[in-house]
């Protein structure tokens, strides 16, 4: 199980970003996907979750109205899509599942980071 995140970037605070999440060796179209952030010196954090049971998601508060998680299975794709970014949004993001189909916690497939930097 391998996943892989991308599309991060340097943007201008109110900017946007895409990222991807894309797998190797198995279909996200049964697990649940996950996209967490680490920023230097703090703790990583849950960002949002798209299940496959019922293609439930949740977010943290602080995503809620500026990032939006879906999924292509067609692509075998999970995407969070990142909108009015802030500084504070700067940070390592990681996609993750655990091969279940929904969102609980703890995942322990991780991808590599991307890095998000939102500067002016």
């Known amino acids: 199980v391998q996943l892989q995140a991308s599309g991060g970037g340097s943007v201008q605070p109110g900017g946007s970003l895409r990222l991807s999440c894309t797998a190797s060796?198995?279909?996200?179209?049964?697990?649940?996907i996950s996209w967490h952030r680490q920023a230097p010196g703090k703790e990583r954090e849950g960002v949002s979750c798209?299940?496959?049971?019922?293609?439930?998601?949740n977010y943290a508060e602080f995503a809620k109205g500026r990032f939006t998680i879906s999924r292509d299975n067609a692509r075998n794709t999970v995407y969070l899509q990142m909108n009015s970014l802030k500084p504070e949004d700067t940070a390592v993001y990681y996609c993750?599942?655990?091969?279940?189909?929904?969102?609980?916690?703890?995942?322990?497939?991780w991808g590599q980071g991307t890095q998000v930097t939102v500067s002016s």
């Open positions: 060796g198995f279909t996200l179209d049964y697990v649940a």
């Open positions: 993750a599942t655990h091969a279940l189909s929904v969102c609980v916690p703890p995942y322990i497939y």
């Open positions: 798209i299940s496959s049971s019922d293609g439930s998601t």
